[in-house]
C-alpha cells in the first residue's frame, strides 16, 4: 500500500525539470527582448518627435522674422528714394555711419566653424545664415512731437505723450509713474537694456518719418522722463542738422522735411542674425557623442545693434541642427525694358547670393541688390540626438534633401535621422521697391 502510495505522489524526473527550466528561460528571454525593442521604439520615436516639434517651433519664428523684414524700415539705405536729403550735398544718404549698410534682408556663408566642418563636408551641405532688419516688436508707428535738443548729449528729441497718441499709450502698458514710462519705452526702443543681464552702450535704429512723407533714419542713444510733462517720455535721438532728422529748410522746400515741434511718426528698427553654431554650453553636451560641443550644431538667434555688434548672448532656438538653406525669387527688371526675374535655388553658387542679398554699401548698384528681392525660400533640417541607424537611406537623385545624417567616418555606420522643413516667405514689404 505504501509502494503504489509514493508511486502516485513521484514529482517530475531530471529531463522533465530541465525541459521546464529551459522553456521557462526562452519564454523570459523573449519578455525580456520584446521589452527591450518595445522600449528602443519609444525612445527612438520619441527623439524624432523631438526634431519635428523642434523644426517646426523654428521655421514659424523664422517665418515670422522673415514676413518683417524692411517693415517700418528701408530694404536697401543707399537707393531709397524715399530718405530725406540735402539737394547737392556730397555725401552717403544715410548720414548716421553706423546705419550704412541697413537692409531689409541680407544672406551670407555660414560661419567656417559649421561649413568647414568634417560632418558638414560629408554629408554634401554648405549652409547659410540670415541677417533681418525691419521693426520686429510691434505694429505700432509712434506719433510724437519733433524738439531740437541736445539733451543727453545727442543732438534730436523726439517727445511721445499717451494723451496725444493711444499707440504711446500702449507702448507704456499701464505704467502709472516716469520710470514705468521710460522702461516700457526702452524694452520697444532699446531691448538691450532689458535683457539679463543689461547691455548698455548700444545704438538702436528708428525710422522717423515727417508730415511730408519722407524718411530720417537715427539711432536711439536715450530714454529719458519729461520734466515739463509728466506724463511723456523724451526719446533722444543721435544727430542734429544735416546728420539728425532734416527740416524742411535744409532740403530746400517742402518736399521733405520737418519743422521744429511738428508731429512726426516713428518707429524702432531692429536687427537679428539667424546662424548655425556649434554648442557653447557644455551641460547640454554628450560627451562620448558630441565631446566639447564641436561636432553639434544649434540654430541661434542673435540680437544686433544699428551697427550689427552683438546685444547679450544669442537665443537657442533649436537643437541639433544640420542645414539652413535659403532660395531667392528676384525681379531683376530694368526701366524700359521687359519684365526679368531670377530664381536662386538652394544650392546655387554663393556669387548669387552675394549679387541680390550682400552687404550694401557705397559701391551698390542701382537695380540690383536686396530690395528687388520678393520671397524668400528657406530650408531648415535637424537630427536626432543620437545615431540610430546602421546605413543611410536612399533617394533621388537630386539636392541634397537629406533624410540621414553621416556622424562617423567613412564608410558610415552611425547615421542620425534627419526632418526637414521647406517653406517660403513673400516679402511684401519690398513688393513695390523697384529702385
Known amino acids: ?66 514676413s518683417r523684414a524692411s517693415y517700418m524700415s528701408t530694404p536697401n539705405i543707399q537707393w531709397d528714394p524715399r530718405i530725406a536729403r540735402i539737394p547737392g550735398a556730397v555725401g552717403q544718404p544715410y548720414r548716421i555711419p553706423a546705419l550704412q549698410d541697413l537692409q531689409g534682408i541680407r544672406i551670407l556663408p555660414a560661419d567656417a566653424s559649421v561649413r568647414g566642418h568634417a560632418y558638414t563636408l560629408r554629408n554634401g551641405l554648405s549652409p547659410h545664415e540670415l541677417q533681418i532688419a525691419g521693426n520686429l516688436t510691434t505694429d505700432d508707428v509712434y506719433r510724437g512731437q519733433f524738439m531740437v535738443d541736445a539733451g543727453g548729449g545727442c543732438g534730436t528729441v523726439v517727445r511721445l505723450s499717451g494723451q496725444a497718441d493711444p499707440a504711446v499709450r500702449r507702448l507704456f502698458n499701464g505704467a502709472a509713474d516716469a520710470a514705468g514710462r521710460q522702461a516700457m519705452t526702452e524694452v520697444a526702443f532699446m531691448p538691450g537694456l532689458r535683457m539679463s543681464p543689461p547691455v548698455p552702450g548700444m545704438l538702436y535704429a528708428v525710422q522717423v518719418m515727417d508730415m511730408r512723407g519722407c524718411f530720417h533714419y537715427l539711432t536711439v542713444c536715450g530714454v529719458a522722463p519729461d520734466p515739463t510733462q509728466p506724463e511723456s517720455v523724451l526719446l533722444q535721438l543721435e544727430g542734429s542738422g544735416s546728420d539728425g532728422i532734416l527740416t524742411t529748410q535744409a532740403t530746400l522746400g517742402d518736399v521733405c522735411g520737418a519743422r521744429v515741434m511738428e508731429e512726426v511718426a516713428i518707429a524702432p528698427i531692429q536687427r537679428v542674425r539667424w546662424f548655425l553654431g556649434v554648442e557653447n554650453e557644455p551641460r547640454r553636451l554628450d560627451p562620448v557623442l558630441e565631446g566639447t560641443g564641436t561636432n553639434k550644431f544649434n540654430l541661434y538667434r542673435q540680437v544686433l545693434a544699428a ?34 526675374t531670377v530664381n536662386a535655388n ?88 523697384n529702385y
Open 346 to 433: 538652394f544650392e546655387s553658387d554663393d556669387a548669387l547670393f552675394a549679387t541680390w542679398a550682400g552687404q550694401v554699401g557705397a559701391a551698390s548698384l542701382q537695380n540690383m541688390g536686396p530690395q528687388r528681392i520678393r520671397s524668400v525660400r528657406y530650408r531648415l533640417a535637424f537630427r536626432t540626438p543620437f545615431p540610430d541607424r546602421r546605413a543611410d537611406l536612399p533617394t533621388s537623385a537630386g539636392p541634397p534633401y537629406i533624410t540621414r545624417y553621416c556622424m562617423g567616418p567613412e564608410p558610415c555606420t552611425d547615421w542620425a535621422r534627419v526632418r526637414t522643413v521647406i517653406s517660403e516667405v513673400a516679402l511684401l514689404n519690398q513688393a513695390r521697391a
Open 307 to 340: 551697427n550689427s555688434l552683438p546685444v547679450g548672448a544669442p537665443e537657442v532656438v533649436a537643437e541639433h541642427a544640420v542645414d539652413m538653406k535659403f532660395g531667392l525669387f528676384v525681379d531683376s527688371s530694368v526701366p524700359g525694358a521687359p519684365p526679368t
Open 1 to 66: 500500500m505504501k509502494r503504489r502510495a509514493l508511486v502516485r505522489s513521484r514529482g517530475f524526473t531530471l529531463v522533465e525539470l530541465m525541459v521546464s527550466l529551459v522553456m521557462g528561460l526562452i519564454i523570459a528571454l523573449a519578455a525580456v527582448a520584446l521589452a527591450r525593442t518595445a522600449t528602443t521604439t519609444f525612445y527612438e520615436q520619441a527623439r524624432i518627435s523631438g526634431v519635428e516639434a523642434s523644426v517646426r517651433a523654428a521655421s514659424e519664428r523664422l517665418r515670422n522674422d522673415l
